[in-house]
């Protein structure tokens, strides 16, 4: 029984396109969270969504935005990609803030 | 400074050896740690988190100094298996937006 779960593995489309990535997590966690990791290897905390609040990285663009149906799902949209955001993207979750996060295996996202 | 800061590596040690890495980090608030490994592209999964008076898991010893603001992992008696990146992290309080992620260390054993 997987997770943390996340939807597509990998995810290969052109500059511009509008896309989506799925996370749901079955471990009854309150928080769920959405990195970013480039090519430098360096994870950064995008979004992070808690009992309705939601918390965002203010270094992430407009165009990225979350959505939560419910606590076990938050899934990711973006508009018109760009190169820049090509990158392997994970979803985690949490029972608090301050506990240790699950992270799902990771979205591979490359912009042609 | 960076919040959080970890040496890069490659580390790159025998099997059997004993390696440690540091953490350095800023906010002197902080108020968890954690410890993750991450392998060539798959996910960071929790190690072990890192409490006030130490905590030891098997051959990995975690170690907290709040006086000079750093977190520390020893591997003892390291085997192939321990290859992966570290990543320490530190969280600044109940908030998301005070979860810091290491750079991370590269740890490289050869047999």
């Known amino acids: 029984d997987t997770a943390v779960s996340q939807t597509p593995k990998y995810l290969v489309t052109q500059m511009g396109n509008d896309k989506s990535i799925k996370c749901e997590q079955n471990l009854g966690h309150d928080t769920m969270y959405w990195y970013k990791q480039d090519s430098k290897k360096f994870l950064k905390i995008m979004f992070s969504y808690n009992n309705k609040e939601l918390i965002i990285n203010e270094t992430v663009p407009n165009r990225f935005s979350p959505k939560s149906p419910d606590k076990a799902h938050l899934n990711l949209h973006i508009n018109s990609l760009e190169l820049g955001d090509s990158a392997v993207y994970f979803c985690a979750s949490s029972p608090t803030y301050e506990q240790p996060q699950h992270f799902g295996d990771g979205t591979r996202l490359s912009i042609l | 400074r960076k919040e959080v800061e970890q040496d890069p590596g490659p580390f790159n040690v025998p099997e059997g050896a004993t390696v440690a890495f540091n953490c350095t980090y800023s906010?002197?608030?902080?108020?968890?740690f954690f410890w993750y490994r991450q392998d060539c592209r798959k996910e960071p999964k929790l190690l072990m988190s890192v409490y006030s008076s130490g905590n030891e898991d098997g051959r990995f010893t975690a170690q907290l100094n709040r006086a000079s603001q750093y977190i520390s992992l020893l591997i003892r008696d390291s085997k192939l298996s321990d290859s992966a990146t570290y990543l320490c992290v530190v969280n600044g309080g109940s908030s998301a937006s005070k979860i810091i992620f290491g750079s991370g260390t590269r740890l490289s054993i050869r047999p």
């Open positions: 906010n002197s608030a902080s108020q968890s």
